[in-house]
Structure formats: structure tokens, C-alpha cells
């Protein structure tokens, strides 16, 4: 693996480490190759223990980390966020969603997309769990508007403060930050319009709008 993360870094690619058995002394060497994102923070990955603080920690404790959390309150619960708010430098944030095709849909059960194992039929719970028939957590049904709003309602996150998650820190990493990331002047005009209970109003891609809620009720 140490390999892979080496030859990847080099031609350009940046590595994250995901769903991992890796403990603490593991992932470190993983990060001192180049792996330089954590993707879904806390997710299928070992985690804190007082011997061992595991990949979670690893990635809480390097500056040379960035994290990507999910927000929904369902992949980890609202005190391990605030655990990554506490411990981890803000601008080494980023929040995801991890929705998949079942986003936003009402209780039931739903056709899957593994007919060989568990995940032949999808449940979706009144909590907004999407659930395999064992159980098994099989994406979000929750948006990243949905994250914020547990952020900035039930953990106190000032908005301006949040929205380094979902728009400056991303672009930072994967893109380019004088073109995107922020309202300000000469860069493109990629904006959400939202509404007080976090549902997109309308949106906007270079200046153009691309979603109108009027047109879709």
C-alpha cells in the first residue's frame, strides 16, 4: 500500500485513506507516503481507543491531513463531530454527504443495487437510515444542507464559520481557489440560495441558474 501511496502522490493524485483496519503506527506511514485526505472521517475505519487512537486519530492528530466529515448525525453521531471540531484545525474540514441514489426519498423499501448480497433491497428509516435487510448503512439519505443545519442549529457553528466546510476548504484541496470557493470579486459566481430550514432555493453555476424551486412546484 505504502507503494501504491508513493507512486500516486508523485504523478500528481492525491490519496485518502477510507474504510481501513489500519492502526495508529499503520496509517502514520501511510501519511509520511502522501496520503493527505480522510475520507468519511470515522467511517468503517478504527477509531479512537485509549492504546491505540487508530486511523481516526491519526488523521485528527496530522497537520498533513485534511478530513471529510458526514454531517448527517447518522454516520456519526453529533459529539464525534464535535470531537472533530475541537481537535482538528477548521481549515482542515470538509464536509461531504455520502448520498447515493436513495437521497431525499420517503420511508420504505426500495429495489437495491447488489442482488447477491445484503444490499438487494434498500430500507430507508424514519430516522433517514439507508439500510441494507441486515442492517449494513448503505449511504445518506440526508443532503449537505441537511449537515449544515445540524451544525449551525444543534452544535452552535456560526455559519460563516461552517461554510469553510462545504465551499473554501473542498475547493482549496481539489481545485483551484482563485476561481471558486467564495462570493467575491472575479471568481465565478457558483452559489446556493437556501431557505431558513437549509432547503435550496435556487442555484447558480458561473452566474447562470441552473435550479429554481418556482419551476419545479
Known amino acids: 500500500g505504502l507503494e501504491a501511496i508513493k507512486f500516486f502522490v508523485d504523478n500528481g493524485i492525491k490519496v485518502g485513506m477510507y474504510h481501513t483496519n489500519a492502526n495508529y503506527k499503520e496509517a502514520c506511514a501511510g ?9 468519511h472521517l470515522g467511517n468503517v475505519m478504527t477509531g479512537l481507543h485509549h492504546r491505540d487512537v487508530g486511523t481516526l486519530g491519526a488523521c485528527l492528530l496530522s497537520d498533513d491531513v485534511d478530513c471529510e466529515m458526514i454531517c448527517d448525525g447518522l454516520h456519526i453521531s ?4 464535535q470531537i472533530y471540531l475541537r481537535a482538528k484545525d477548521h481549515d482542515k474540514l470538509m464536509m461531504v454527504s455520502d448520498n447515493v441514489i436513495y437521497a431525499n426519498l420517503p420511508v420504505g423499501r426500495y429495489q437495491g443495487f447488489d442482488a447477491k448480497s445484503d444490499r438487494a433491497f434498500i430500507n430507508i428509516t424514519e430516522d433517514g437510515f439507508v439500510l441494507s435487510d441486515t442492517g449494513r448503512l448503505s449511504g445518506s439519505s440526508k443532503s449537505v444542507l441537511y449537515g449544515i443545519g445540524n451544525l449551525v442549529e444543534k452544535l452552535g457553528v456560526p455559519m460563516e464559520e461552517c461554510c469553510k466546510f462545504f465551499c473554501y476548504n473542498p475547493i482549496r484541496k481539489y481545485s483551484d481557489p482563485t476561481r471558486k470557493g467564495a462570493l467575491n470579486i472575479g471568481k465565478d459566481a ?8 437549509y432547503k435550496a432555493i435556487a442555484t447558480y453555476s458561473e452566474g447562470r441558474i441552473v435550479y429554481d424551486i418556482n419551476t419545479y412546484e
Open 31 to 39: 501519511i509520511e507516503a502522501g496520503a493527505s485526505v480522510a475520507t
Open 78 to 81: 453529533l459529539e464525534m463531530i
Open 190 to 197: 457558483d452559489l446556493v440560495v437556501i431557505s431558513d430550514d
